[in-house]
T-cell receptor, first 112, second 116 residues
């Protein structure tokens, strides 16, 4: 079992839709969680960084962590064509080494 | 957010030659930087942890003699792919943190290496 599982998609939605992206993780000791957006041939861009269970909102983006289920989500409201990218969930794992463990990434396409 | 700059953004080299990729933290100091590799349509795989002033720590299966890492200052880490082969063609990305190891990690823009 992979440490972080993420459906690679692709996911296609119409402009304005609410997008839900999800990841599961294997170890309940994992602490910090991030969502990155990666455009083609570019480095990942940090979108959200969370630690505790619950929701964290930033503009059109909401990150949700459910540690009891080992489940993390990213919601995008009023999706735009510019949101078309690959979204990667990541965790710092259970150790304080600074290493990140990534999910496979979900490719999102928002159609105008 | 903090800025991490990577150079070059793309490079083509001949088999057998070496290529150096630079990773700089522009507005903060980083005692630790990380080098990742990404194949098409796949996620990022950690190659090594670059430690300022000491040897890098390599992940299992990564050849340290092939992927030389030097972290000579608090703002610069370099990855040198030695005796490159076509199978080394990939997207190489570095990351760094402005604070403690569990704070946000920021990534460079990546370097696309093509070995012909």
């Amino acid at each position: 079992q992979k440490e972080v599982e993420q459906d690679p998609g692709p996911l296609s939605v119409p402009e304005g839709a609410i997008v839900s992206l999800n990841c599961t993780y294997s170890n309940s000791a994992f602490q910090y969680f991030m969502w990155y957006r990666q455009y083609s041939r570019k480095g990942p861009e940090l979108l959200m960084y969370t630690y505790s269970s619950g929701n964290k909102e930033d503009g059109r983006f909401t990150a949700q962590v459910d540690k009891s289920s080992k489940y993390i989500s990213l919601f995008i409201r009023d999706s735009q064509p510019s949101d078309s990218a690959t979204y990667l969930c990541a965790t710092s794992g259970s150790s304080n080494t600074g290493k990140l463990i990534f999910g496979q990434g979900t490719t999102l396409q928002v159609k105008p | 957010g903090a800025v991490v700059s990577q150079h070059p953004s793309w490079v083509i080299c001949k088999s057998g030659t070496s290529v150096k990729i630079e990773c700089r933290s522009l507005d903060f100091q980083a005692t630790t930087m990380f080098w990742y590799r990404q194949f098409p349509k796949q996620s990022l795989m950690l190659m090594a942890t670059s430690n300022e002033g000491s040897k890098a720590t390599y992940e299992q299966g990564v050849e340290k003699d092939k992927f030389l890492i030097n972290h000579a200052s608090l703002t610069l880490s370099t990855l040198t792919v030695t005796s490159a082969h076509p199978e080394d063609s990939s997207f190489y990305i570095c990351s760094a943190r402005p604070g403690q190891l569990n704070t946000e990690a920021f990534f460079g823009q990546g370097t696309r290496l093509t070995v012909v």
